[in-house]
Structure formats: C-alpha cells, structure tokens
C-alpha cells in the first residue's frame, strides 16, 4: 500500500458524475466505482483516497518532464497575468514565434515551419490539409488519396480516424469517413518477434506493401503516407529494423509525401527530441503535441518542410496562403508553457536521459518474460509494452484487471487491448522502475 499524504486536497463530499461524458472509458462502470485523481507533483499522483499513485504513463504519454514542474508552473501563471488571449489570425504575439523557433531547432534538417494546433488530433488533421494544399500549390491537384496503416492511431478528427486503423474507433463512424484513403499491413507480428529487445528482426519487407497500393491506385493520386514512427496507443508496435527507411526510399521514388505522426515519440521518449532522428528517417511532416508543453496547458504543432511552407507560400498571389487555423493556435498560456518545458528538457538534458536510462530499463521490462499470461514483452526507448494472451470470449479483460491491480498497489500504467503500455516521465528513477516492474510482477501473479 502507498502511503496516504495529508496535504492532498480532497475530491467535494458531493461530485455529481452524472453530467460529464468522459472521452475514451466505460462510462458506467467507471461512475460505478471512479478513479479520480486530485494533485499531481514530480513522478506521482495523488488520488481521491489521499494515496500516492507512482506514474508509470506519463498522465496519457505527455508529461515528460514530471508533474508540476515549477518552472512551468511560473511561466503559466505570469503569462496569464501578462497576456492571457491573443488573437492569432492576423495578429500575433512574440511567444509563439519564438516557440516556433524553438520547436524548429529540435525537428530534423529543414522541417522547420511550425503550425500551431492545440491538440495531436489537430495537428494531424493540419499536416494532411497541409499535403492536400501542397499538391494543388504543385499543380498536380490530383493526388488527394492517403496511406496509413492498419492498427495506426492518429487522433479523432474525421482525418485521424480515417487514416487510423483500430477498428474500435472506426465502427461507429462507418460510411463517413474521408474517401480515398488505404492503409498498409501493422508490423506487429509475433511469431517472429516476440520477446524482441529494441526494434525486431523481421519485418521490414512490410513496407513493400505500399508498392502494391500505389501499383493499384497510381502514385499520381497519392498524397501522402502517415504512420506513427512507433505505434503507441494501439499496444506499442516497434517498427522492425529497417521498416521505416523503406517507406521512405518507396515514398522518394514516386514523390509521395510522407508524415510522421509524433505525438507519442516526439520530445524524448525514445531518446532522441523526435524519433526521426532517433530511427535516422527524415518524413516532410512531423504532427506533435503532448510532450511540447509537458501537457500543462493543451498544444499540438506541425513541424513542415521548408519546401512544403515555400510552395504553399509562393502559389498564393496575395492575401493568405493557408485558410486553415484555430483560434487557440500559439495560445499565449500554451506558448509560455512550450518555451519553459523546452528550457527545462535543456536544462536538465532530459532527451539524453531517457536515452542513458534505456538499457536499465531494457533489461527491468525484460523480467517479465515468462510471467504468467505474458505472451509478448517489448521495449524502445522509454517505452515498454507486456502483452497478455486474452482471456476466452473477453478481449482486453486480463489487461483491465492487471491494471486495476497495480493501481491497487500505487502504480499508474496503461491499458491498451490486451497491452499494458510503460511509458514513465523521463525523470523516473532507477528505483521507481523497479517499483514499477515490481507491481506488474505482482500483479501478474494474482492474475486469472
Ligand atoms: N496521434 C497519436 C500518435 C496519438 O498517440 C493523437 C494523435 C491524438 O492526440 P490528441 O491530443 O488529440 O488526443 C494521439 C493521442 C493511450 C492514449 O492511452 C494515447 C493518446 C491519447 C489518449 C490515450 O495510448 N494519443
């Protein structure tokens, strides 16, 4: 058990669960028996119970640099104080130029023109409007179709879900999702790579499959291919060793543009500030969010080409370029929040962190090989993922419970189908790893 703090302040005597429709969660049994958390600081969190909860999920995969940072905080509060709303259309203020620079000198090579979104569903519904006005910008109006890939989360716009491949989120929309777009085989493969330390073996030749898809459609008709350089929140599936190259040589030879959705993989968590450079594969678009303000105050971006920006630019006689934005974009609350995230990761080197922390955490996550129900372990980064053989007739339940359990025992982790997804702050200790790995094992050994 954790120990309780008695400085948490306490949920109401009386919460109404009724009126809030939660995204992404079995609303009724959760109002059955809530989980609620009241304060966060550093690694941990703090329930309603007053019981320290370990994070072992960083909140949803964003909050690299620990909780409540102060610095963060501070920059937050004196820019509410300062400027609190600044219209972004036509207008401007200095912070989101400067984040934008900021944010331009971490991204790979010349994919330094930043769109400002407030979310990752956003940023990925910009990077493919973007593509779309590129190709009219070209001349070559034609190429409208999008590649993803079977398994891919990309947000919950009507874009990000179309191009998204878990089935779950596309049933309830089918017949309204965008036309025109295909998507290639996941590479997650398990006869061949289960158990594997970093990226697997097997696998790369699965990228040929986008041959087959511009053989049949014409890569004149194709904008551009999205994937998450590393699958997150569909189970954490690692790009095989040399997959992604691949995609990028096809991509070059029929002038496809391809996007890196780093959402989850952007600002350190493979070790490097995005996984482009971390896998050595340049796309023409990164979509981001998350981790670019610590998820304190809500921010997405697009990092583009400079050809891709130019030619837009350039295709417009006068008058805007792009009618595309939101009215949140390069918030001042969030701008602020960017700019002293980007100095705290500086400042404490957090990116080389996870990267130095990785083997430890390797060879931690690899111990629960061969734990009961334990069908797959795997890791990148920081970033682990324990799959468990589904329970007859009840898919992702022996997930659900292990992570009740941990939760039980004062750790955080995430469920995703019969995956439970580690994915700490970069802060993390070697010895909150091992509590971490402890609970799991734990857990695993209780488990139906
Ligand atoms: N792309 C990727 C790759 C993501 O992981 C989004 C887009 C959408 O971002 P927004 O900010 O619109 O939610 C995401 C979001 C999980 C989990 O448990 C993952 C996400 C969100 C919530 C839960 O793995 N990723």
Partial sequence: MTPVDPAAPAAPASLSLAEHWMPFTANRAFK?????????????????????????????????????????????????????YAPGFQMGHPLAFQLAQRVAALTPDDLDRVFFTNSGSEAVDTALKMALAYWKARGEPERVRFVGRWRGYHG????????????????????QLLPNVDHLPHPHNLSRNAFSR??????????????TIIARRGAHTIAAVIVEPMAGSTGVLIPPKGYLRRLRDICNQHGILLIFDEVITGFGRLGAPFAAQFFGVRPDMIAMAKGITNAAVPMGAVAAS????????????????????????????????????????EREGLFARAAELAPYWADAVHRLDGERHVIDVRDIGLVGAVELAPREGAPG????????????????????????????????????????????????????
């Fill in 306 to 345: 400079t050809e891709i920006h130019d030619t837009v630019m350039d295709s417009a006689k006068s008058g805007i370029e792009l009618f595309h934005g939101y009215t949140y974009s390069g918030h001042p609350l969030a701008s602020a929040a960017g700019l002293a995230t980007l100095d705290l990761y």
């Fill in 156 to 175: 919950v716009g009507f874009g990000g879900t179309s191009v998204g491949g878990i089935e779950a989120n596309r049933r309830q929309f089918e017949g």
């Fill in 198 to 211: 970093g990226q697997p073996a097997h696998g790369a030749e699965l990228a040929d499959e986008l041959e």
């Fill in 397 to 448: 339940a022996r997930a659900f419970d292990l992570f009740l359990d941990c939760l039980e025992q004062g750790v955080l982790v995430r469920v995703a189908g019969d995956t439970i997804a580690l994915s700490p702050p970069l802060i993390v200790s070697t010895e909150q790893i091992d509590e971490i790995v402890h609970a799991m094992a734990a857990g695993l050994r209780r488990l139906d």
């Fill in 32 to 84: 059955r028996a809530p989980r609620l958390l009241v304060s966060a600081k550093d690694m941990h969190y703090v329930a309603a119970d007053g019981r320290r909860v370990l994070d072992g999920t960083a909140g949803l995969w964003c909050v690299n640099a620990g909780h409540a940072r102060e610095p963060i905080v501070r920059a937050i509060a004196d820019q509410a104080a300062t400027l609190d």
